[in-house]
């Protein structure tokens, strides 16, 4: 089994910076990617950054420029660095860990960011 334990989150002007961080353990070897995601109340469910094993990364289309994904497999984290955020990126961010054939491993409990205008 996978556990995830995302940290970082918190309160932030518009135009300001986060970086979240996501804690893997236990079969950490399973993982191949990693995602972040967001759930703002009322909204879908937005995948906004994916890695790879080998760093290969996506975002959407919202994040792209302002967010950036990385991964430190020595020590099983992933980050998501967040920079000129808007009060649109207010949002639970969640982490996921998927495994072999993009199977979803575990998911994290969430942490909250919310900006200000």
């Known amino acids: 089994q996978v556990q995830l334990v995302e940290s970082g989150g918190g309160l932030v002007q518009a135009g300001g910076s986060l970086r979240l961080s996501c804690a893997a353990s236990g079969n950490t070897f399973s993982i191949n990617d990693m995602d972040w995601y967001r759930q703002a109340p009322g909204k879908q469910r937005e995948v906004v950054a994916t890695?790879?094993?080998?760093?290969?990364?996506h975002y959407a289309d919202s994040v792209g420029g302002r967010f950036t994904i990385s991964r430190d497999n020595a020590k099983d984290t992933v980050y998501l660095q967040m920079n000129s955020l808007k009060p649109e990126d207010t949002a639970v961010y969640y982490c996921?860990?998927?495994?072999?054939?993009?199977?979803?491993?575990?998911r994290g409990q969430g942490t909250q960011v919310t900006v200000s205008s």
């Open positions: 996921s860990a998927r495994g072999p054939f993009g199977l979803t491993l575990a």
């Open positions: 890695i790879s094993s080998v760093g290969t990364t």
